[in-house]
């Protein structure tokens, strides 16, 4: 059974950082683009980061650009979310995701797996 389960989410204050991270059971995650989401009560999903099978290809939405850095280590099948400088606006549950593809992409559309989510709250 193909499974994503993230991890690592929690309260933290303004300013803070946090380590998501993404592992994958049931297939070999370094076949797969993994992108990260987030969605923020009343709004859209929304794409946050991506990185290619390789990990030498990332993307960054503008919003997080020089805060959040992507990287996965596939000999633990897990892609991780470093972020650093945490707003509030950057409350929300982030999800993981996986399309077996070369591009990156942060469009929610298009990604075959998704995990259940984590939730992400920064708040002093």
């Known amino acids: 059974q193909l499974q994503l389960v993230e991890s690592g989410g929690g309260l933290v204050q303004p300013g803070g950082s946090l380590r998501l991270s993404c592992a994958a059971s049931g297939f070999i995650l370094e076949y797969y683009v993994i992108g990260w989401f987030r969605q923020a009560p009343g709004k859209e999903r929304e794409g946050v980061s991506c990185?290619?099978?390789?990990?030498?290809?990332?993307q960054y939405a503008d919003s997080v650009k020089g805060r959040f850095t992507i990287s996965r280590d596939n000999a633990k099948n897990t892609v991780f979310l470093q972020m650093n400088s945490l707003k509030p606006e950057d409350t929300a549950i982030y999800y993981c995701?996986?399309?077996?593809?070369?591009?990156?992409?942060?469009?929610?559309?298009?990604?075959?797996?998704w995990g259940q989510g984590t939730q992400v709250t920064v708040s002093s």
């Open positions: 990185i290619s099978r390789s990990g030498i290809s990332t």
């Open positions: 995701a996986a399309v077996f593809r070369t591009m990156c992409s942060l469009q929610v559309r298009g990604y075959e797996y």
